[in-house]
């Protein structure tokens, strides 16, 4: 219960674009430098490809292609966050990593609806947290690993055995 | 703490011991259901291991495994002892099967935290009739086995005292001192006793097993008690003074004398026979209970003793094969604990390069010569510990062959068919994953050939085939794959008849004509979701589950099935899976991108020209070598691959060939072959059409591994 109680209310944030968003901490295995990527033919744009994290091969996926904005060259500067949700671990290239910030549950707003849908990233924004007078926009992990991906899928394999049928 | 046990330990290993016993217990069982009866080994073995498993089930307190043992082992006991003619084998092979099945169903709950409350009446009423069907009507024996019902759950031995007639005798050989290697001359003696003995004793016990028993033999004699109807004569018939034995002494003896071992017969020379100590030791302990038990059942005739496990022991040989070779000693290992372990070697082994390839190292001028002495034991080192690790997780397929066998006796019982079960190489070894992972699917179809595919025996004899129908199950290992394929001599797919189906299911595409289909797809029918072909459902298929979730568990291992048949002449499933561990593979490059082919797979190199390449006009390629003709593959254009050698000059033909296919792949170039360690791509990204995996090579990059099967497609 302990690693949990420090564990709780922070987040890891970074930073893309302009904006700095937050992910929950408990999410977070570890960040670990950009490294060389094997990119896998035939995937998502966004799904950048795999990389070896020690003898475990992980996929990595792009953050700023999965918000569909354009991807910024990687530097020095650029990490990748090792993400593990319901054990399925995945790396997330961020522009930069900025700090880990406790955000109290009552500096949590819902993320505003109005007018904003259209911004493909606002589909994972879950909420917003304020911390002074910044504002951080946090990330539902889930959605922006799975989601419309799953449902893809999941579409894929209908196809696929449809077209089997169809043989 | 109080109780000073730790349950849960003292659970675990009864569970563990028990498991194997009856897994043992079945082999047994089932390597003989076929003959006339079970020899005496069998009988022994099956009678001791009920035995142990009824004793520990009794200190465990399961009472119902207990009673069920219990019985069974009476059985076995009265086989022993009388050995009844007419016992109705199968129905005998039935029965302890179904026990086995109740013990382990029993120690399943007790695994699960339940408690075991199997209700024992039904089997035990079974077994009771049984008994009394073998027995006949031989009511004195009845009496008799009763009493083994108080035996304690110790390691009791129990000795047959045998009927009147018997005579107990102990024999004194004196061989020639001469005599080279007298204790094979020793054991030829007590072999020949064999055929007129009820039980036979020998000291030195040693004697197969031990060279050095020769000396004691010639040193002091080699003793023989012997149980048995002959006459003194008789035996004087059998053992003769001649060139290797010198003198023979024949001592008539009572029954209590005899039961009591070796303690009178060697008393007076056993203090200087070396190594003699510890059953003497053994002795004097298992003495303890001796008395108490003995007072309570005078001796006599037809009577039973309680005899200890000591002196047992020397009995227990006498009527044994000689030993076993040594058993292997095995500890179970958290698999969990294998794959860390896996890992880290794999790390070592990228680290090493890291190190041994490391820039630093070029500076030139350095002088290296003992640096890469050290660095080269080192990989082999490394090279070393990763084949054990591998081999580690190797296991032969024997274990789940044999449960196959079991369902082959089980079903054709059940359905009147006369059936063979035949393995071929059960010993190829394949990872563990693969063993748990084939298990179903190989019972599935092992059950489908048994229920479907041979024919009721009359209809075998109408078609002018052989009664027997046979179901082989042969594996093998393949250019980095295991086959396993499951055979029948039955009559084989109905092709009409899954047509017919097919058409009925909606499932056939009516816009292709019938005879546009191969065999072979014709066939993959079967393994759709919900498609039978069997107008009956019966208890052991035909309910049209079955095929597509075998499909469906293979394909979660990576692997193929493919069905051929031929009608009258029976059908054969193979299964194709890959074997996770390490495959040989070559290593190739388009762009940035490293690619693995197994080595198997590939044919030939060719460097290419220009010219050599053929365009048709639907954008076709294809590539004439010595007048052969193979498709090309532009592997940087079939994955989209960024800056791929568009110059021909310098690529790299790669010729596979698989399934009797060949075709071309086009690379950019080679980089080399190397033991891979095959990992899955992660499931979070969607599969890709031609990828069955990748690795990591030796520098730590990833390549991906090409399915060159899945490519044809």
């Known amino acids: 219960m302990s690693d949990f109680n420090t564990q709780k209310d922070k987040y890891v944030t970074f930073k893309s674009g302009h904006e700095y968003y937050g992910i929950k901490i408990q999410y977070v295995n570890e960040i670990i430098v950009y490294q060389e990527i094997t990119e896998i033919p035939e995937s998502e744009s966004y799904i950048k490809g795999l990389i070896n994290l020690r003898g475990k091969i992980i996929p990595v996926i792009d953050v700023r292609l999965r918000f569909k904005q354009e991807p910024i060259p990687y530097t020095d500067r650029t990490c990748i966050i090792v993400l593990n949700v319901d054990n399925t671990v995945v790396g997330l290239i961020v522009e930069k990593i900025a700090e880990v910030v406790e955000i109290q549950e009552e500096n949590i707003l819902p993320s505003p609806t109005i007018g904003n849908t259209d911004k493909p990233q606002n589909v994972f924004v879950q909420s917003i947290g304020k911390v002074g007078d910044s504002v951080k926009l946090l990330l539902d992990p889930e959605k922006l690993l799975n989601d419309e991906d799953k449902l893809l899928i999941e579409s894929v394999n209908e196809e696929e055995n449809t077209e089997e049928e169809g043989e | ?713």
């Not at chain 2, 197994?598 to 053929?614: A, D, H, P, S, Y």
Request: glycine share 8%.
């Open chain 2, 1 to 713: 703490m109080g109780d000073g046990f730790n349950t849960e330990d003292m659970l675990d290993v009864y569970l563990f011991e028990n498991s194997q016993l009856l897994e043992q217990l079945q082999d047994i069982v089932l390597e003989q259901k076929d003959e006339a009866c079970f020899d005496e080994d069998s009988v022994n073995e099956i009678f001791r291991t009920m035995h142990t498993i009824k004793g520990s089930s009794g200190v465990m307190m399961f009472e119902n495994i207990t009673e069920v043992s219990h019985k069974l082992e009476d059985i076995f006991f009265y086989l022993r002892e009388s050995k009844p003619k007419n016992v109705p084998h199968l129905e005998l092979v039935e029965h302890v099967l179904n026990v086995a099945d109740f013990i382990t169903n029993e120690m399943g709950k007790i695994q699960n935290g339940e408690i075991a409350d199997g209700d024992t009446t039904e089997i035990m009423e079974k077994l009771d009739k049984f008994l009394d069907s073998i027995k006949g009507g031989k009511k004195s024996k009845e009496k008799v086995i009763k009493e083994n019902v108080h035996e304690e759950p110790q390691q009791f031995y129990l000795a047959p005292m045998a009927t009147s007639k018997s005579h107990f005798y102990k024999i004194y050989l004196t061989y020639q001192p001469e005599i080279q290697l007298a204790n094979i001359h020793a054991y030829k003696m007590v072999y020949a006793l064999k055929e007129i003995a009820e039980d036979i004793l020998y000291f030195p016990e040693d004697i197969v097993s031990n060279e050095l028993s020769a000396d004691e033999i010639l040193e002091n004699g080699f003793k023989i008690l012997l149980q048995t109807q002959s006459t003194e004569e008789d035996i004087r018939g059998i053992i003769q003074v001649g060139y290797d034995i010198e003198k023979v002494d024949i001592y008539e003896c009572s029954a209590k004398e005899f039961q009591q071992g070796f303690d009178s017969v060697g008393s007076e020379i056993r203090i200087d026979l070396e190594g003699d100590f510890e059953s003497i030791d053994k002795k004097e302990k298992s003495e303890e209970p001796k008395p108490v038990l003995k007072e309570k059942e005078p001796m006599a005739p037809g009577d039973f003793v309680i005899e200890s496990k000591g002196p047992g022991k020397a009995k227990k040989l006498a009527k044994d094969k000689p030993r076993k070779s040594e058993k292997a000693n095995f500890i179970s290992v958290d698999v969990k604990k294998m794959d860390m372990l896996m890992d880290l070697i794999g790390e070592l082994v990228i680290s090493e390069s890291v190190v041994l390839q490391n820039p630093d190292l070029k500076v030139p001028g350095l002088k290296l010569d003992n640096f890469n002495k050290a660095a080269g034991q080192m990989a082999k080192i490394s090279t070393d510990l990763q084949n054990v690790i591998m081999s580690m997780r190797m296991m032969p397929l024997l274990n789940t062959f044999q449960k196959m066998n079991r369902i082959v006796f089980d079903v054709s019982r059940k359905l009147g068919k006369d059936i063979e079960f035949e393995m071929i190489g059960e010993n190829t070894e394949v990872d563990k994953n693969i063993i748990e992972h084939i298990s179903d699917p190989l019972m599935h179809l092992v059950r489908n050939a048994v229920d479907h595919g041979i024919e009721p025996n009359e209809e075998r004899v109408a078609k002018g085939k052989v009664e027997k129908g046979k179901v082989t199950l042969s594996a093998k290992n393949e250019s980095g794959k295991v086959w396993i394929s499951v055979t029948d001599n039955g009559g084989g797919l109905n092709r009409d008849k899954i047509i017919a189906k097919a058409k009925k299911q909606g499932i056939w595409d009516y816009t292709r004509d019938e005879h546009s289909y191969t065999d072979k797809e014709i066939y993959q029918f079967i393994t759709l979701p919900g498609f039978s072909t069997n107008e009956n459902v019966t208890e052991y298929s035909g309910r049209g589950v079955g095929m597509d979730v075998v499909v469906s568990n293979i394909q979660a291992i990576g692997g193929t099935l493919e069905i051929e048949s031929t009608p009258g002449e029976g059908s054969v499933m193979n299964l194709k899976i890959p074997t996770l561990a390490i495959i040989d593979g070559i290593v190739m490059e388009v762009g940035k991108s490293s690619f693995v082919i197994e080595t198997g797979m590939v044919k030939e190199f060719v460097g290419l020209q220009e010219n050599m390449l053929v365009q048709e006009p639907d954008g076709e390629e294809f590539v004439m070598i010595r007048g052969e003709c193979f498709p090309v593959l532009r592997l940087g254009e079939w994955y989209n691959i960024r800056d791929y050698q568009v110059d021909l000059e310098n690529c790299m033909l790669v010729i596979v060939e698989v399934e009797k296919k060949s075709f071309c792949l086009l690379v950019d170039r080679l980089r080399g072959k190397q033991e891979i360690v095959v990992k899955p791509i992660p499931d979070y990204i969607k599969k890709v059409k031609g990828l069955s995996g990748c690795t990591q090579l030796g520098d730590g990059s990833i390549a991906l591994i090409l399915d060159v099967a899945g490519m044809v497609e």
